[in-house]
């Protein structure tokens, strides 16, 4: 297979190239002037072992894969205004199957305009080609493309805006923002064009502010999900969502930052042969940091996601979502630091018949700052799914080690 272009958001690709950093030992970016605008150029490589690529329950083949992924952010910044554009190319190569050959491209701009001291607007807008791995998304168990002999390629934009008023020394902010994302994937069409779909998102969020750091929060947002085309013989996965939480957040108050959001959701479907759901909603996040070199993070949170089939009894309508999640971050000097993290996901697939996905991850790593430009990095990831549907059950491991580069 000749490797398409494709895109990601910024943000997946870096967390995916830097493996399981999260800790100080980064490399410091060196900066270019060209005009008015600032460019830090970035190289981040990897080679890793996966000992299951497939993600296949039975007769797992494994591959080296080497990953080579440089970056360019440019940006001008203005008093508190930026205004960034950036750009990223991922080649992924898989040494044991060159039909697994990836290279995605992607590239967005963020705008960050300041109106006043208790104003802002920001604008998002990005371009991804990208792909689903053979054994992942709709291919997840080799039955969902049947027969398909290289990855899954789709293409993702997402536009948007966000409106401000207020900050944290105000009685209380506003936060309004209406975004859209489109999904089209580009081989296998005869069975992947009938999950092409488009999501359009209105959030808003009003802070009452206790303090200058604790604020409690009430947020309302709305998605409406809507398929290109429905497949002949099942009735349209088309709906609407709407979430409603309230909360607490709070920043840097002892040693603790985060917030704590509860509610309630209700996704109805356009075809009344699926069924709509309600339940109840949380989001949480606690940063806990003892030392100023040794930080813990706990996130919870109960979300929806797509369905990756048709057939109600197999698949459900639509993926609820329960992921927790801890972290540890650790720096032993200025220079090694060290990150160890386990997230569980549990997916009911809402109105099938009993399906259910428990996925665990345990990941360790550690990071060493050769110089300000320049650092190594190793690590290991243990993946396992435990499904209703005991086929897609699986379990892998992986090793890699790498280097992190700039200017």
């Known amino acids: 297979m000749k490797p398409r272009v494709r895109v990601k958001t910024i943000g997946t690709l870096l967390a995916a190239a830097c493996g399981l950093a999260g800790s100080v030992a980064t490399a410091e970016p060196g900066r270019i002037d060209a005009g008015p605008f600032k460019l830090e150029p970035a190289l981040n490589t ?87 791995d053979r054994g992942a998304g709709l291919s997840q168990g080799g039955i969902g493309v049947s027969g398909n002999d290289e990855p899954i390629e789709y293409d993702e934009t997402n536009v948007g805006g966000r409106y401000t008023l207020g900050n944290n020394q105000t009685l209380g902010k506003l936060v309004i923002e209406l975004s859209d994302k489109d999904k089209e994937y580009q081989n296998f069409r005869d ?41 002949p013989g099942f009735s349209s996965l088309d709906a609407e969502e709407f979430t409603a939480l309230v909360g607490v957040t709070w920043q840097a108050t002892g040693k603790t930052t985060g917030h704590i959001k509860l509610g309630y959701f209700d996704r109805e479907f356009d075809s009344a042969s699926r069924e709509d759901s309600d339940d109840l909603r949380w989001d949480a996040a606690i940063t806990w940091a003892p030392r100023t070199y040794s930080t813990l993070t706990f996130t919870a949170a109960q979300t929806s996601d797509e369905t990756r089939g048709f057939d109600t009894g197999v698949t459900g309508n639509f993926i609820e979502r329960e992921t927790v999640s801890l972290t540890w971050d650790h720096a032993f000097d200025d220079a090694t630091s060290m990150s160890i993290g386990y997230t569980s996901d ?51 491991n992986t090793f890699f080690i790498g280097l992190d580069m700039t200017l």
Do not use: C
């Open 46 to 132: 990897q080679l890793a072992y996966i000992d299951n690529i497939y993600r296949a329950k039975d007769d797992e083949d494994g591959s080296m894969v080497l990953t080579i992924a440089p970056a360019m952010v440019a940006f001008i910044e203005k008093g508190a205004s930026r205004y960034e554009a950036h750009a990223e190319v991922r080649s992924e190569t898989y040494f044991a199957e060159s039909d697994d050959d990836t290279l995605d491209v992607e590239f967005g701009i963020d705008l960050h305009h300041v109106l006043s001291n208790k104003q802002a607007l920001d604008f998002f807008a990005g371009m991804n080609q990208t792909h689903e």
């Open 346 to 396: 549990n997916d009911e697939y809402s109105g099938s018949s009993g399906r259910e996905d428990e996925r665990t991850r345990f990941s360790a790593g550690v990071k060493r700052a050769l110089d300000r430009w320049i650092v190594l990095k190793a690590g290991y990831e243990y993946e396992e799914l435990d499904s209703s549907n005991d086929p897609l059950s699986y379990d892998r």
């Open 191 to 231: 069975t992947t064009e009938f999950f092409d779909h488009d999501t359009w998102t209105t959030s808003t969020a009003l802070y009452y502010n206790l303090s200058g750091k604790t604020a409690l929060v009430a947020e309302g947002r709305w998605e409406d999900v809507e398929y290109d085309q429905d497949k």
